[in-house]
């Protein structure tokens, strides 16, 4: 009868493969649990995790020095608040998301830089994102958005599916829309009007002796809206003849560039060379217009009247300097974010529709 071997008492030196034991394994420690707390700054700061709260959510009932020490201890570590854990807490986020069709075109630019001062001014963050010109890719953006449960939503666009309005309002959150008009808005709105827009440049150009307008055009639906608003009117008022056929349209993909506008005035002269005025449907299409122009020996505005839409930055710099359609980017930016905070803060909304109107901007170009 064999005997039975004795177990071995010997530990494994470092480095050597251990034999199997009957105890359960070391726990892991977790993911990331390496990350600087809030337990952390109360050490270093030689104060209380409550005091350290209260330093972050509501400085000013703390005294100054307090504040000071915690502050110094925060720059220390390195600590950064987990906003996460705190918007599920609370049930707030401080996010609010701002949705633009596209983020190669400047013409929202004033507004966004609008929302993000006045947003981060009441303690809130810009979330941006962009829905593209048509109802899918709109529809995956503002789905991905909700997912990430925003406080509320800004819109530089009126919302194109009904699907899509259907999930905002199933949210419960403030909606704007805005940069447009619509009869019936998901929430609230700020814009203007398109269609007035065109109209409008199409009498001033009547107004002017023009009576062979074409049209160099982002391929996006609104701008598609403003010219058809301005062939309608530009017939009312005599700017293209009753019987005449619709003015001659170079259409680009959106956003358009520069060399878009100067290839679509190229366009336009080679189908119609007594072409004596273009409407463009952004300042970044007519300053391509203008140097197509100049380097053809096109006199600006006494052989071609141009005007834009947008009245950048630029749009007074051009040469000469551009006729243009000025949106008042920064109020409705403003608007829209007192309107979103107003509302989570449970306060009433004065207006929540809101016409805020545009402004031709008379210049040399035309």
């Known amino acids: ?69 915690i502050r110094d201890a925060i720059a220390q570590t390195g600590y950064v608040p987990d906003l996460i854990a705190g918007s599920l807490a609370s049930g707030r ?40 010109y048509d109802a899918d890719k709109e529809a995956g953006a503002l789905q991905a958005i909700l997912g990430r449960r925003p406080d509320g939503i800004v819109l530089m666009r009126t919302v194109l599916t009904e699907a899509a309005r259907v999930q905002l309002r199933a949210a419960r959150i403030p909606v704007v829309e805005a940069w447009d008009w619509i009869a019936d808005p998901v929430d609230m709105l700020i814009g203007f009007s398109h269609e007035a827009a065109g109209a409008c440049v199409a009498r001033f150009l009547a107004e002017t002796g023009r ?67 273009v409407v463009c449907s952004t300042d970044m299409i007519a300053m391509g217009v203008l140097l197509e122009a100049a380097a053809r020996g096109r006199s600006v505005p006494r052989d071609l009247a141009v005007v834009g839409f947008g009245d950048q930055a630029y749009a007074m710099s051009t040469t000469p300097p551009l006729t243009t359609v000025r949106i008042d980017g920064s109020a409705i930016g403003a608007r829209a974010a007192q309107c979103i905070v107003d509302r989570l803060e449970g306060r009433l909304v004065d207006a929540p529709i809101v016409d805020v109107g545009f402004t031709l901007m008379r210049r040399e170009s035309a």
Request: charged share 25%.
């Open 1 to 69: 009868m064999s005997a039975t071997p004795k177990r071995s008492t010997r530990r494994a030196p470092a480095g050597e493969n251990a034999a199997p034991s009957d105890a359960p394994p070391a726990r892991r420690p977790r993911r990331g649990s390496g990350r600087v707390t809030l337990a952390d700054v109360a050490r270093v700061a030689g104060m209380s995790m409550h005091t350290v709260s209260r330093v972050l959510n509501t400085p000013d009932n703390v005294p100054e020095r307090t504040v000071r020490i």
């Open 93 to 132: 986020s401080r996010l609010v998301a701002v949705v633009v069709p596209t983020l190669g075109s400047p013409v929202f630019l004033e507004a966004l830089q609008a929302l993000s001062h006045h947003l981060s001014g009441r303690g809130y963050q810009m979330m941006l994102a962009e829905s593209g």
């Open 211 to 277: 009576r062979r307008p074409a049209i160099v055009a982002g391929d996006d639906p609104r701008a598609g809206r403003r010219l058809r608003s301005f062939i309608a009117a530009g017939r009312e008022c005599g700017l293209i003849a009753a019987q005449a056929p619709e003015p001659p349209i170079a259409l680009l993909r959106a956003p358009a560039t520069m060399g878009g506008g100067r290839r679509g005035l190229a366009d336009l002269l080679a189908r119609d060379p007594a072409v004596d005025a």
